[in-house]
């Protein structure tokens, strides 16, 4: 099933257009998109959720996604892994006001995933005292238990310990072919098992 579709779209900052005519329709599933560093993996997620604006082309969005040109409902989940907005609060507050958002949340997903994580001794601390890969576990958390139509995932594996890598594996197969929700995930590399998978490549 389609859910959104990139129309000759391209992209860039000022006088460097780093996206140029990029053309793809996303379905169900799991798809991937691959790139080095200033290709614009990232840039396509936020415009995805409008959170920049296509400097030519056009997305056009399923209507499960409920969204206009102006803005996207909470049937899209994406939390930029860097961002700061969270800092001074603690991972358990965190899900709290994310799940606000989300009516299909699934707390108890949620909680299990902390356990597999290894997250539960640090779930009373502000995110500022947590160490990169940690925050990546909180935010890959919410990613899964918030059910959302189309979820967004930028470097899931960075920062992470190999025991971690390995759930977050296991948790994208089992996205692979799901009939009603897409997964589009940015990374530098797919990992060998799915070697199959939908890719959007942007180039080395």
């Given at each position: 099933?389609?859910?959104?579709?990139?129309?000759?779209?391209?992209?860039?900052?000022?006088?460097?257009?780093?996206?140029?005519?990029?053309?793809?329709?996303?379905?169900?599933?799991?798809?991937?998109?691959?790139?080095?560093?200033?290709?614009?993996?990232?840039?396509?997620?936020?415009?995805?959720?409008?959170?920049l604006k296509p400097q030519n082309g056009k997305i056009n969005y399923h209507s499960t996604l409920k969204c206009t040109d102006n803005s996207c409902?909470?049937?899209?989940?994406?939390?930029?892994p860097n961002q700061i907005q969270f800092e001074n609060n603690t991972a358990l507050e965190v899900w709290a006001e994310i799940k606000k958002s989300?009516?299909?949340?699934?707390?108890?997903?949620?909680?299990?995933?902390?356990?597999?994580?290894?997250?539960?001794?640090?779930?009373?601390?502000?995110?500022?005292?947590?160490?990169?890969?940690?925050?990546?576990?909180?935010?890959?958390?919410?990613?899964?238990?918030?059910?959302?139509?189309?979820?967004?995932?930028?470097?899931?594996?960075?920062?992470?310990?190999?025991?971690?890598?390995?759930?977050?594996?296991?948790?994208?197969?089992?996205?692979?072919?799901?009939?009603?929700?897409?997964?589009?995930?940015?990374?530098?590399?797919?990992?060998?098992?799915?070697?199959?998978?939908?890719?959007?490549?942007?180039?080395?």
């Amino acid at each position: 099933m389609s859910i959104l579709e990139f129309k000759q779209l391209s992209f860039g900052f000022d006088s460097n257009t780093f996206i140029k005519d990029l053309s793809f329709e996303l379905n169900t599933g799991l798809t991937w998109i691959l790139g080095g560093d200033g290709k614009g993996k990232t840039s396509v997620l936020k415009l995805i959720t409008n959170e920049l604006k296509p400097q030519n082309g056009k997305i056009n969005y399923h209507s499960t996604l409920k969204c206009t040109d102006n803005s996207c409902d909470k049937e899209i989940f994406w939390i930029n892994p860097n961002q700061i907005q969270f800092e001074n609060n603690t991972a358990l507050e965190v899900w709290a006001e994310i799940k606000k958002s989300y009516p299909r949340w699934n707390q108890e997903l949620c909680l299990e995933l902390a356990q597999a994580f290894s997250l539960n001794p640090h779930l009373f601390k502000p995110l500022y005292m947590l160490s990169a890969g940690s925050k990546r576990k909180v935010w890959l958390c919410a990613a899964f238990a918030a059910s959302a139509t189309l979820t967004l995932i930028d470097e899931p594996f960075a920062a992470l310990d190999l025991a971690s890598q390995q759930i977050v594996l296991e948790l994208l197969e089992d996205c692979m072919h799901h009939p009603t929700k897409a997964y589009l995930v940015a990374d530098y590399l797919i990992p060998d098992q799915f070697a199959t998978s939908k890719v959007i490549n942007l180039g080395d």
